[in-house]
């Protein structure tokens, strides 16, 4: 159930108590258990429901929770008893640090109720950091257990935000001192470099005139390609990290504090670019948790051992994988990311200078005719009328045209839903095997698919054109087909071959449980008598040898997903399932002083993107 709150100071958490009263007393008629009629069916079925609060940033979480806020000197902490000033210090980052329970923090909550005046209730509050609220009449409620803390905000907006603006460039470690060679220079040209997926959403730009990014997206993708973005910019005449502190530029405005030393801080980035690739995955174990938070963990005492102060986000973020993976599970299930999305299309909403709540109330109806109209097309029976399924579409085409709103990515959406993992367009192209294996330059392409169709199907005798055995031919010029571009979990990858583009024909592969960068060539289907349709892939794994330079990040390049390979040099073609595409990859070019090449860091991207692409399987 979502909800909206106005902000940010009000209503208090004692008004947002009295508003919930209505609230609590129906979830407490579902704890108990309600009869409800049965989707599809007339039976009637008893219900229960427990509720708890898995979505939310932090200023809501407090106020709807009625527990004390970031700035609070004693308890900013709700999973911990860690103090404020013990999150600049080592024991904030501990695992021994004590826990609350549920039991004491309800415990302060009733004493607070039952305080004999305001002064005695507020000097509670500020000894324990707990109010009372009505979710605690709810049976197994628990103030720590019933919420989650929101990664987004804590750790893109909090986390590398703080790195990149309070560190890197509020500390000068990088600058425009040395002109077009300069660091910042150097790093921004790296950075317009990058060859990004077609779908990838908002990019970071212009860091070097903002120095700082709007968006949670932005600071997530920054993080994926800088410990290569920083290497260039810092690496000296050795191709290494030196050790030290760069010049302050002559006309510097702040004086750092801390440890201005290259080396030390790109080490701490590395943790922090480690765990922010394991935590946020969208298929975790409790372990892999844990590990990613051990990453995590000594990026902050790295933080301190530099002398930098640290902020709330950081403590935070170290209940994570107990916290919320542990106990929610995936990150992805519980961050902002498309409830931030929604209310970006709130705050487009023109007001036209009304109030006294008809905003309100449009928005509402909107809402829900938006809901309902998408229930209707969800549920559309197969035996509707052409006229049905005509009046529909046009209601969603005008919407689109008069607002651009929900009701088309909803469209969209379902129009894509297939209920399976991989998903290909409606439209193949005839694929003639020996012609395009001669115009393409793969003599071996046939063999390829031949050895692969046998591979595939043990128990049919697939034999080849030119045989005069019995068997199930595998014929060039028709028993392959071609697409132009597939799509796996959600995201699309395109070949080599496509006629309209081939921004998304890299791709990192997960070969005998290694990740492989390679470069899709074609998209295929096979078909051959006695066997179910088979789609494959033809790919070239990018090129490296033990001559490539060794790079700061290779020690944990498996971590992060980064791998160096020399730029538009191939290995051999080989043929592949489509259930071996892991993720989409950014292609960042730089040089090195040790080999004359060009050389490719290939960075893989996660697969938790909530931007929906354009439906274009007519136009291909």
Not at 439 to 465: G, H, K, M
């Amino acid at each position: 159930m979502p909800v909206i709150s106005s902000g940010p100071n009000e209503p208090t958490a004692p008004q947002m108590s009295n508003l919930s009263v209505p609230l609590v007393r129906e979830l407490a008629l579902l704890q108990d258990g309600v009869e409800m009629e049965s989707y599809d069916d007339d039976a009637i079925v008893e219900v229960y429901a427990d509720p708890f609060c898995d979505i939310c940033d932090s200023p809501a979480r407090a106020k709807f929770n009625a527990t004390a806020a970031h700035s609070h000197k004693k308890t900013p902490c709700v999973w911990c008893e860690s103090t404020l000033d013990q999150f600049n210090e080592y024991l904030g980052y501990e695992n021994g640090y004590a826990k609350t329970t549920d039991a004491g923090l309800l415990r302060r909550a009733y004493e607070w109720l039952h305080a004999r005046s305001k002064t005695a209730a507020e000097k509670l509050f500020k000894k324990f950091g707990v109010r009372w609220t009505i979710f605690n009449t709810l049976p197994g409620w628990g103030p720590r257990s019933k919420q989650v803390l929101d990664f987004m905000h804590a750790f893109y907006l909090g986390n590398v935000s703080h790195f990149w603006s309070n560190i890197v460039v509020h500390g000068y470690l990088i600058s425009n001192v040395g002109g077009a060679s300069s660091p910042m220079r150097r790093f921004e040209r790296f950075m317009n470099k990058i060859r990004w997926p077609g779908h990838i959403g908002r990019l970071p730009k212009n860091l070097g005139e903002n120095q700082s990014l709007q968006k949670a997206d932005q600071w997530r993708r920054l993080l994926t390609v800088l410990p290569v973005g920083l290497f260039v910019a810092w690496a000296d005449e050795n191709d290494e990290i030196p050790l030290g502190a760069p010049p302050v530029p002559p006309n510097a405005k702040r004086t750092v504090s801390f440890t201005r030393d290259l080396s030390q801080t790109y080490s701490s980035l590395l943790s922090l670019a480690v765990a922010g690739r394991i935590l946020p995955s969208h298929a975790i174990s409790v372990a892999q948790g844990r590990t990613g938070g051990d990453y995590y963990r000594s990026y902050c005492t790295s933080l301190l051992d530099l002398g930098i102060k640290l902020r709330p986000n950081n403590h935070w973020t170290t209940h994570v994988p107990e916290e919320v993976i542990a106990r929610f599970g995936p990150i992805p299930g519980t961050w902002l990311f498309p409830f931030e999305r929604y209310n970006g299309y709130l705050e487009r909403v023109t007001l036209n200078g009304h109030d006294g709540g008809v905003m309100e109330l449009t928005l509402m109806r909107h809402w829900v005719r938006s809901h309902l109209l998408y229930e209707y097309l969800l549920n559309l029976p197969d035996d509707a009328e052409d006229c049905e399924r005509d009046s529909l579409t046009e209601i969603i085409k005008e919407d689109a045209r008069r607002r651009g709103s929900l009701l088309t990515q909803l469209a969209v959406a379902q129009s894509e839903e297939d209920g399976g993992v991989i998903a290909l367009p409606k439209k193949s192209q005839p694929f003639h095997v020996h012609k395009r294996a001669t115009a393409d330059q793969y003599p071996q392409l046939y063999r390829l698919l031949l050895e692969f169709s046998r591979q595939q199907w043990p128990t049919v005798n697939v034999i080849s054109e030119s045989s005069l055995d019995d068997g199930s031919l595998l014929l060039a010029d028709s028993s392959v087909t071609s697409y132009p571009y597939i799509r796996r979990l959600g995201i699309r990858y395109t070949s080599s071959t496509n006629s309209r583009t081939d921004t998304d024909r890299f791709a990192m592969l997960r070969l005998d449980d290694i990740l492989v960068p390679a470069e899709i060539v074609y998209i295929l289907r096979l078909e051959v008598a006695d066997a179910p349709p088979l789609v494959c892939l033809a790919v070239r794994r990018l090129a490296t040898d033990l001559e490539m330079p060794i790079f700061p990040w290779d020690i944990v390049s498996d971590e992060l997903g980064i791998y160096s390979c020399y730029a538009e040099r191939y290995q051999e073609l080989e043929i592949v399932l489509p259930n071996t595409l892991d993720s989409p990859i950014a292609i960042c070019s730089i040089t090195s002083r040790k080999i004359p090449d060009e050389i490719w860091v290939c960075v893989s991207l996660d697969r938790s993107g909530y931007e929906l692409e354009d439906a274009d399987d007519g136009a291909d």
